[in-house]
């Protein structure tokens, strides 16, 4: 079966190949894991893939065909995609998420009837709940006269973008594919309201490899620590939230830290951070100072997948705040290290964490509700501790099981293909 995949990154083994420096900031993350499971678990499906880059190009790395399709503002863009298709001859056309390359495919491509698209945020939703709790006037006053000099997009102008942009042209392509992956009962609800007559396939995500390494939690005893991801990329990721509930977190246990990756431009400490800094990145700057949490947070770079799994093992508690989210990753790499989570109850969170079984579900947008949580996983004693995390990696290792997701992503293959 030849199947052409079309994602939202240059994989690694493109960029190397191409000796690109693209390689230095492309992990790949989990589709590295799903590329390498295809390869092991179903050697007779041959692999093609395409994104696009800053120029056109190709490569072929152990059997895999690689298209550069360069960008897709290119006049000549829709023409190599052509080309690609002519070319890798799928079986089977998978596009992967429906906020990124899927946008700027053509309608005649994706309504051929051999697509399958798999559902990763929803732009519609996401579009609603893109500041979090928040509004512009509330983030306004905050943008840079540098930022708007450069004409670097605002918060305003990037929800404007996913709400008129992005979700409208989102749900026409829903409505043209027949066929879609997904991994929650949030997102088969919805697809089920947009594309009634569509086929829908459940098909977990592999990790990336470096949380396959088993249960490795070992917090220090004594400390406090809560590691929160990505929490302070856009308003929708609730960081705002999280810091309220830190305060309170913080009257009971005045060492508790936080620590949140991709954030070091928040710590201002040069002048290129200074002026790439977004509004809300600046209204958390003023929160934290506002709430007296300057020596409570760690802004920490971009971390590598092992980075983020030595920031796991060593936390207390890892937290999701977000007020809108399918499937999160994050929270089920941390189910796969053995740490003890907090999650929000939205999107398709519940359909991987059981309140007060394998995790501490809570309301978002509550910062009250949010700290108690936490407060109890930090008081939770070793014996509750193993059983809660317990629980979790058992459901997460059986969730992320490559072998068994390979066997599902080839059954929805070979459906769309049309046999049975």
């Given at each position: 079966m030849n199947v052409l995949w079309f994602t939202n990154i240059a994989l690694p083994e493109y960029t190397r190949a191409n000796g690109n420096f693209q390689a230095l900031k492309s992990s790949g993350g989990w589709m590295v894991g799903l590329l390498d499971a295809v390869r092991r678990y179903a050697p007779d499906v041959r692999l093609s893939v395409a994104f696009r880059t800053s120029a056109p190009g190709f490569a072929q790395v152990e059997g895999v065909d690689y298209y550069g399709l360069g960008d897709s503002a290119d006049g000549a863009f829709l023409e190599r995609v052509e080309q690609c298709?002519?070319?890798?001859?799928?079986?089977?056309?998978?596009?992967?998420?429906?906020?990124?390359?899927?946008?700027?495919l053509p309608d005649s491509l994706l309504a051929r009837g051999k697509v399958v698209l798999s559902l990763q945020g929803i732009m519609e939703i996401w579009a609603e709940n893109y500041f979090g709790g928040l509004t512009w006037a509330d983030?306004?006053?905050?943008?840079?006269?540098?930022?708007?000099?450069?004409?670097?997009?605002?918060?305003?102008?990037?929800?404007?973008?996913?709400?008129?942009?992005?979700?409208?042209?989102?749900?026409?392509?829903?409505?043209?594919?027949?066929?879609?992956?997904?991994?929650?009962?949030?997102?088969?609800?919805w697809i089920r309201r947009v594309n009634p007559a569509a086929?829908?396939?459940?098909?977990?995500?592999?990790?990336?490899?470096?949380?396959?390494?088993?249960?490795?939690?070992?917090?220090?005893?004594?400390?406090?620590?809560?590691?929160?991801?990505?929490?302070?990329?856009?308003?929708?990721?609730?960081?705002?939230?999280?810091?309220?509930?830190?305060?309170?977190?913080?009257?009971?246990?005045?060492?508790?830290?936080?620590?949140?990756?991709?954030?070091?431009?928040?710590?201002?400490?040069?002048?290129?951070?200074?002026?790439?800094?977004?509004?809300?990145?600046?209204?958390?700057?003023?929160?934290?100072?506002?709430?007296?949490?300057?020596?409570?947070?760690?802004?920490?770079?971009?971390?590598?997948a092992q980075e983020v799994r030595n920031e796991l093992v060593h936390a207390n508690v890892y937290c999701l705040a977000s007020t809108m989210e399918n499937s999160p990753n994050s929270l089920c790499e941390a189910q796969m290290t053995g740490t003890p989570a907090v999650a929000t109850r939205v999107g398709g969170v519940e359909d991987l964490a059981t309140g007060g079984v394998t995790g501490y579900v809570v309301a978002p947008r509550d910062p009250g509700e949010l700290a108690e949580a936490i407060l109890r996983a930090f008081r939770l004693s070793p014996e509750q501790a193993e059983k809660m995390t317990e629980g979790a990696y058992e459901a997460a290792v059986r969730r992320h099981d490559p072998k068994n997701i390979v066997h599902d992503l080839l059954a929805a293959y070979r459906a769309v293909e049309g046999k049975k």
């Open positions: 298709v002519r070319s890798a001859r799928p079986d089977v056309i998978h596009v992967h998420g429906s906020e990124g390359i899927a946008q700027v983030l306004k006053s905050y943008e840079t006269i540098v930022r708007r000099l450069l004409r670097y997009p605002n918060e305003r102008q990037i929800a404007t973008d996913w709400q008129t942009q992005r979700a409208p042209r989102e749900r026409e392509l829903c409505r043209r594919i027949l066929a879609f992956m997904g991994r929650t009962r949030f997102d088969r609800d086929a829908y396939f459940h098909v977990d995500e592999i990790l990336r490899p470096e949380f396959y390494r088993g249960r490795a939690w070992a917090a220090e005893p004594g400390r406090h620590v809560i590691y929160a991801g990505a929490a302070f990329t856009y308003p929708l990721k609730g960081g705002h939230w999280l810091l309220r509930a830190l305060k309170i977190v913080k009257e009971s246990y005045p060492d508790v830290e936080l620590r949140v990756a991709a954030s070091r431009r928040c710590a201002l400490s040069n002048w290129k951070d200074r002026v790439s800094l977004g509004a809300y990145g600046y209204y958390l700057v003023h929160l934290i100072d506002e709430l007296g949490l300057r020596d409570h947070v760690t802004f920490l770079p971009a971390l590598s």
